[in-house]
T-cell receptor
Framework: NAGVTQTPKFQVLKTGQSMTLQCAQD?????MYWYRQDPGMGLRLIYY???????DKGEVPNGYNVSRLNKREFSLRLESAAPSQTSVYFC???????????????FGAGSRLTVL | LAKTTQPISMDSYEGQEVNITCSHN???????ITWYQQFPSQGPRFIIQ???TKVTNEVASLFIPADRKSSTLSLPRVSLSDTAVYYC??????????????FGKGTKLSVIP
């Protein structure tokens, strides 16, 4: 099994450009998540999707949009990239979902985004 | 936010047992404690999860006392390959039957030959 696959792995953008980060999971998980990781900050939740057809804001949603395309895929879009969005982005999924206190996440390898 | 507090960094020699303690004073009844490991340029990886008392798997042990205000991840006989950042998380009930996972800054473990 591939688990959680993210594309692209690396991307450089100019300020104001747009792009979409793609994420797909093959574990039939209900819930999917997007986190960003900045030096010394740990991981911060951007958006999540508890189940197909639903999305909710996390801790740092400003400047981002998401789409849960189907059960497998959850994309993150930057409409007008800013240097503050330079970060490593991680997609994750979970079987038990956000309805359980025992939620366990499976992460992708990350996408490194630089905004100039 | 579901805040946890853990040391920023720790050093250990190869072959030693390493204990990383995490405090979560305001843990709620339905919250679990979960630990993740992250190597450079990789996503975090689940290590172990517990609710109370002791949980052990092939990688680590997790000790949670009765008051559940803290937890300790124990890594037996560490090797150089255990050098990584370790995150302690508690779930947080955010309403409408939904729980969230909030990552802290983690503990950077350096294993020394």
């Amino acid at each position: 099994n591939a688990g959680v696959t993210q594309t692209p792995k690396f991307q450089v953008l100019k300020t104001g450009q747009s792009m979409t980060l793609q994420c797909a999971q093959d574990m039939n998980h209900n819930s999917m998540y997007w986190y960003r990781q900045d030096p010394g900050m740990g991981l911060r939740l951007i958006y999540y999707s508890a189940s197909e057809g639903t999305t909710d804001k996390g801790e740092v949603p400003n400047g981002y949009n998401v789409s849960r395309l189907n059960k497998r895929e959850f994309s993150l879009r930057l409409e007008s990239a800013a240097p503050s969005q330079t970060s490593v982005y991680f997609c994750a999924s979970s079987e038990t979902g956000t309805q359980s206190g025992a939620n366990v996440l499976t992460f992708g390898a990350g996408s490194r985004l630089t905004v100039l | 936010l579901a805040k946890t507090t853990q040391p920023i960094s720790m050093d250990s020699y190869e072959g030693q047992e390493v204990n990383i303690t995490c405090s979560h004073n305001n843990i709620a009844t339905n919250d679990y404690i979960t630990w993740y490991q992250q190597f450079p340029s990789q996503g975090p990886r689940f290590i172990i999860q517990g609710y109370k008392t002791k949980v052990t798997n092939e990688v680590a042990s997790l000790f949670i006392p009765a008051d559940r205000k803290s937890s300790t991840l124990s890594l037996p006989r560490v090797s150089l390959s255990d050098t990584a950042v370790y995150y302690c998380l508690r779930t947080k009930y955010s309403g409408a039957g939904s729980y969230q996972l909030t990552f802290g800054k983690g503990t950077k473990l350096s294993v020394i030959p």
